[in-house]
């Protein structure tokens, strides 16, 4: 009959918290220290990037003195101690489950005879009789006899006959013994009030508190993960004409619903922030803070965001350290709800506000205000933005303004211009075409490629694009194996290349470039197909091979005939005024020419020559062949016979047929 006991030293619940904590824990620590690892890539060597990329060090990993730590470090601190406490434990734990076993017990082999047993046990209880034996340091009475004990059952179980047979037959010299099933717990966590009182707490309360607050958080969030009442907001506000102020002001009342935060005492520092905010803008802010509804006392989370968000864009210093923080992680999320926004304009397939909200990446990342001004310029170190407004009056559109401004004035920010110039660069789109694979038209309904060949062309140390020698000839080969891949973008030719972080020494985080493709129907202020985003765009370098990069968008063909004029307008979201477009046909032709140019094609391989031997087998079974052609210099007699014979072989047939004479028709 079974017995059901406890385990009293706890070794069972030792072995399942420790196998627990294992698989819990060594997947959990590989991630944390993968995502600590920055990644080993080079960036801007300009003072002010450089300063700013320790800045995010410290803040992202602290310091020696004070190293950052997060909840995920004490989880798993707290988690490899609890695990290495039981593995201690379960190696000095007594193994109380072994079987028994009277050759261990006595010492010898299982091949021993009766005569070895009995001699071998004399030396034994020589040594280990409790009249005999001298107690070591470790060592009790009641531990030297409960060995000399051990020792006597394992000898009778082998020399006896019936306590033999009990050995063999239920595995102990006593005979049968009780069945003991241990629960894995010790006594005491189901005879303490506390304890079950605890289980009540976790598994009662806790755990579907915790379960309640995860399920009802991710119906309040979106699948792109902002807030469902910041979604709503850009359903509202945003329509088909909207600009880039619109899309900012937008921006600013989602922050409402995702930056939570408690009112600081930091607010005679923000009164500050929008009075300079006020001088510099004048009436516009007034007009901006209505729009965006960020009044005082009845949004102050939205006013706070707004304020923070415009003064990051004017570049005004923030010296309080609760509101830098505040500010930081304000920026940080702009681009999931920016993102978001992009989701919503381009279900709408509207044009302007999604090319806005594309634009507005560039301007926040690099600290600089949308309006119709150009400044482009100051993204350079050393060109402030109203210096900025003043160069773009020139109609160039590249840098050398203002690194000729940075030289007359002998600035000593020109050496950080010459080196951000090294970062920056001019997108080019090197061609854009339409594909169908295995097909030379394009019919109605049918999948198109969209394939765009982007590079970027580097710059000088003027500010001018270095010129890069076009391409006397498309490679077909590359292209075709491109169409016909199942990726979005080529693999980079050489292999090797690797992006490097960008000029922008405003934004708070490591940053890469990218791009986004946009096939757009202009006359109309629609969007095509949804765009694309694509990073690594290489920059073209002839020496290392590297001229373009192909990137491709699926879609299907629209269903009417006809010519569609569309432009490809490809954007860069982290540096303002990175931008290019071309204007793209797609040819829409009637399927009718998919069977004309297949017969063009039977006819060009279904004729042989009439000299070859394929044109003599094609005669003899009374096929269709091409005459051959005469060559140079042999226009003679033969070829005056041949004409002959032609002539009289048409009159002939001619007779035949119409039954006139051959004079009449020659006449």
């Known amino acids: ?322 509101l830098q923080k505040e500010q930081t992680e304000l920026l940080l999320q702009t681009p999931t709800l920016l993102n978001s926004m992009l989701n919503i304009t381009m279900s709408r397939n509207w044009l302007l506000p999604t090319l806005a909200a594309m634009r507005l990446h560039a301007y926040i990342t690099q600290a600089l205000l949308p309006s119709k001004a150009d400044l482009k310029a100051a993204q350079l170190p050393g060109i402030e933005q109203s210096e900025a407004a003043a160069l773009s009056k020139s109609e160039s559109t590249d840098f050398s303004d203002a690194v000729s401004t940075l030289s007359k004035s002998e600035s000593s920010e020109l050496v950080n211009a010459h080196k951000a110039l090294e970062c920056l660069g001019q997108t080019e789109i090197v061609d854009a075409s339409f594909k169908v694979i295995g097909e030379r038209f394009v019919t109605p309904s049918s999948f198109v490629h969209l394939v765009v060949k982007l590079r970027v062309d580097p710059l000088d140390k003027d500010g001018k694009p270095v010129p890069i020698p076009k391409q006397d000839k498309e490679n077909e080969k590359r292209d075709n194996e491109f169409l016909l891949s199942k990726k979005d973008a080529e693999d980079l030719p050489n292999g090797d290349y690797a992006s490097q972080y960008a000029h922008t020494p405003y934004w708070p985080a490591n940053r890469k470039p990218s791009w986004w493709i946009v096939l757009a129907d202009v006359k109309s202020n629609k969007v095509v197909v949804p765009p694309i985003k694509v990073t690594d765009v290489p920059v073209a370098d002839t020496q290392r091979g590297i001229d373009y990069r192909a990137y491709k968008i699926q879609f299907q063909a629209p269903q009417n005939v006809g010519l569609f004029t569309w432009k490809v307008i490809v954007l860069n979201d982290t540096f303002v005024g990175d931008e290019a477009s071309r204007d793209v046909v797609l040819k829409i032709d009637d399927p009718s020419v998919l069977n004309a140019d297949d017969a063009n094609d039977e006819d060009d391989i279904s004729d042989p020559e009439e000299d070859s031997l394929a044109g003599q087998m094609a005669l003899m079974r009374g096929g269709s062949v091409k005459k051959s052609q005469p060559q140079d210099g042999e226009d003679g007699e033969d070829g005056e016979d041949d004409e002959d014979d032609e002539s009289t072989t048409d009159d002939d047939q001619e007779e035949k047929g119409d039954g006139s004479s051959s004079d009449s028709d020659s006449d």
Not at 47 to 64: D, M, T, V
Not at 277 to 294: F, H
């Open 1 to 322: 009959m079974a017995k059901h006991n406890y385990d009293e030293t706890g070794n069972m619940v030792s072995y399942f918290v420790f196998s627990f904590l294992s698989v819990f824990l060594v997947p959990y620590t590989l991630a944390a220290i993968s995502s600590t690892k920055s990644p080993s890539l080079s960036g801007c060597q300009c003072q002010h990037c450089i300063a700013q990329r320790e800045r995010i060090r410290k803040r992202e990993r602290g310091s020696l003195l004070s190293p950052k730590l997060r909840r995920r470090t004490f989880i798993i601190l707290a988690g490899w101690s609890i695990t290495a406490f039981f593995a201690y434990k379960i190696l000095t734990a007594e193994n109380t489950s072994k079987i028994y076993d009277p050759f261990e017990i006595l010492g010898i082999s299982t091949s021993a005879t009766v005569k070895d047993i009995k001699s071998h046990y004399k030396k034994l209880s020589r040594k280990f009789h409790p009249d005999k034996v001298k107690l070591g340091v470790n060592e009790t009475m009641e531990m030297v006899e409960a060995k000399f004990v051990e020792i006597t059952k394992a000898y009778k179980a082998l020399t006896d006959e019936t306590i033999r047979q009990n050995w063999l037959n239920h595995g102990h010299p006593d005979g049968r013994q009780e069945v003991n099933t241990a629960i894995a717990l010790p006594s005491w966590m189901s005879d303490n009030i506390w304890v079950l009182a605890a289980y009540g707490i976790i598994f009662g309360g806790a755990l579907p508190a915790l379960v309640g607050r995860w399920w009802f958080g991710n119906l309040e969030k979106t699948k792109d993960g902002v807030h469902a009442r910041s979604a709503a907001t850009f359903f509202k506000t945003l329509t088909e004409e909207s600009g880039i102020d619109d899309v900012t002001t937008s921006l600013g009342k989602a922050f409402e619903y995702e930056h939570r935060v408690k009112i600081a005492k930091a607010d005679g520092e923000l009164d500050q922030l929008e009075t300079q905010i006020k001088e510099q803008l004048g009436a516009k802010w007034t007009e901006l803070v209505k729009v965006a509804e960020a009044v005082p006392g009845a949004h102050d989370s939205r006013r706070r965001a707004f304020v923070l968000l415009y003064a990051h864009l004017l570049r005004l210093p923030v010296h309080n350290s609760s």
